[in-house]
């Protein structure tokens, strides 16, 4: 079990930017997909970028890619999301949440895949306006 609390949430105006971060309890080197999602009302969570731990291999939604970066830096345990050119859109509770290992026949495109996270941070809340 992962327990993940993220910080960095708050107000941001059209074009501006936010840092969120995700401090894990534990943050395996490899084998794990560590994630970014995104929850606006009325909507389906969905997957905003991620990281699968030991190749570093980077997924993004089409909607945040070339905006957004996730790093991840395990010596601290700390999973980052670097929100740029922020847009009303973007306003959402932001969740960081963890699954793994994944099995060895699995690709690390399977981190894109939400049904299955078992590790959930508490969320934290972004309003662009």
């Known amino acids: 079990h992962v327990q993940l609390v993220e910080s960095g949430g708050g107000s941001a105006q059209t074009g501006g930017s936010l840092t969120l971060s995700c401090v894990a309890s534990r943050y395996p080197i490899s084998g794990f997909c560590m994630t970014w999602f995104r929850q606006r009302p009325g909507t389906q969570r969905e997957m905003v970028a991620s990281i699968y731990t030991g190749t570093e291999a980077k997924f993004y939604s089409g909607a945040v890619k070339g905006r957004f970066t996730v790093s991840g830096d395990p010596a601290r345990r700390i999973l980052t999301l670097n929100m740029n050119n922020l847009g009303p859109d973007d306003s959402a509770t932001y969740y960081c949440?963890?699954?793994?290992?994944?099995?060895?026949?699995?690709?690390?495109?399977?981190?894109?895949?939400?049904?299955?996270?078992?590790?959930w941070g508490q969320g934290t809340q972004v309003t662009v306006s």
């Open positions: 949440a963890a699954k793994g290992p994944l099995e060895a026949w699995m690709p690390p495109s399977q981190c894109k895949e939400g049904s299955d996270y078992t590790n």
